[in-house]
């Protein structure tokens, strides 16, 4: 069978509600069918990186475009995930906030950044406004 056969056998199986598209939703369920573990974040993101037309799901073609760079993408989260927790306060708040941020500046030679320049700086990603980074927020950054 045809490489683009099977991709169209797997993308119509997790295509749920049969629109022609793979929701995050139903991109979560394709990974975790496969073995993989996707947050519901994370494929929001994924979906948000991939989706060509804007509309929220993935395509077919772009359905193609993740699996055929799944690997790259995977280490490129995780990897991602690893210098977000660098940054991270460790209480818990699984977000950077201008004092983790500042803390971080100052291990890496800035110490002379303030709490008001780390707002600022936070405040360029901060979409949904909450005065801190979560993930998605910090992986959009880095993008």
Same mark, same amino acid.
């Given at each position: 069978m045809e490489k683009t056969q099977q991709y169209e056998r797997v993308f119509n199986h997790f295509d749920d509600d049969g629109n022609g598209k793979i929701s995050p939703k139903e991109l979560r369920l394709c990974v975790g069918?496969?073995?993989?573990?996707? =947050?519901?974040? $994370?494929? +929001?993101a994924a979906v948000v990186l991939m989706d060509s037309d804007g509309d929220g799901e993935l395509g077919f073609e772009d359905f193609v475009?993740?699996? +055929?760079? +799944?690997? *790259? *993408?995977? +280490?490129?989260?995780? *990897?991602? &995930? $690893?210098?977000?927790?660098?940054? *991270?306060?460790?209480?818990? %708040?699984? %977000?950077?906030?201008? !004092? =983790?941020? &500042? !803390?971080?500046?100052r291990k890496l030679g800035k110490?002379?950044?303030?709490? $008001? $320049? %780390?707002?600022?700086m936070i405040a360029q990603f901060?979409?949904?406004?909450?005065g801190v980074l979560n993930f998605d927020e910090f992986r959009i950054m880095m993008s």
């Open positions: 069918s496969m073995g993989g573990d996707l =947050s519901e974040g $994370e494929a +929001e475009r993740l699996i +055929e760079g +799944e690997g *790259e *993408e995977e +280490e490129k989260v995780k *990897e991602l &995930r $690893e210098a977000f927790r660098m940054y *991270e306060m460790g209480d818990g %708040c699984e %977000c950077i906030t201008p !004092k =983790s941020l &500042r !803390k971080m500046l110490s002379n950044t303030s709490i $008001e $320049e %780390c707002k600022v901060d979409l949904d406004g909450d």
